[in-house]
């Protein structure tokens, strides 16, 4: 009798063991599922994040490309002296940063006018600033909005401080403060009237928009 209730013991006790197996089994597997679904929630917000910081610079870039082409179309500057002006260290140039657009500044070809102070960082002479801070959707961007010359001379060397053809090029760059993401917009422009270097298509007479390249 004793031996068979050893026996019934140790196959209770196996049993038990059995069980407690498949109960850490179970919760290994519980525990797996769990984290796999807090990876992806995390996954999904993150990217729903990405998707939202995206469409926020896009608006703001082409909302800075907007202001940007009301004022050069309207401004008392003539558009030879801002593209006389010295904007590398400032915006993207040419050749240490290979996509541009901007160009440095040469003495041969000569610029075609004189350097405006405070563009296009500052504040200009006419108190206006093309670099802002906006909120857009609750995130602090900051904006900035220059224009550059096209490759409008038939000839080599070109001369980017020199508009001949009446077209020039306003580019818009609005940038996330805090994790510096950016995004960038322009749109090629045809001044109206007579040629830039005249002083004339700058105050009422607009520019015509031919074009968006984002």
Known sequence: MRKAATLREQARAGERGVALGLAMVLLVVLLLAAGIAVWGL??????????RMTRQLFDCAERALAF??????????????????????????????????FRPQTSIPPPCGTPIPGYPDGTMADSTQL????????????FIVAIYDDADESAMPQNYACDTNNRVIVWARCRDVVTNQSRTASA?????????????GQAGRGFRNLGNAN
């Not at 940007?68 to 260290?89: E, Q």
């Not at 090629?188 to 004339?200: F, M, N, R």
Request: hydrophobic letters at 30%.
């Open 68 to 101: 940007g082409k009301v004022y050069f179309s309207n401004t008392n500057f003539a558009i030879n002296d801002f593209l006389s002006t010295n904007v590398c260290g400032v915006l993207p140039c040419y050749p240490t940063v290979s996509t541009g657009p």
């Open 131 to 142: 670099k802002q801070l906006v909120n857009v959707g609750g995130q602090q961007m900051e």
């Open 42 to 51: 995390r996954s999904e917000t993150g990217s729903a994040g990405g998707d």
């Open 188 to 200: 090629l422009v045809q001044l109206t009237g007579t040629p830039s270097s005249d002083y004339s």
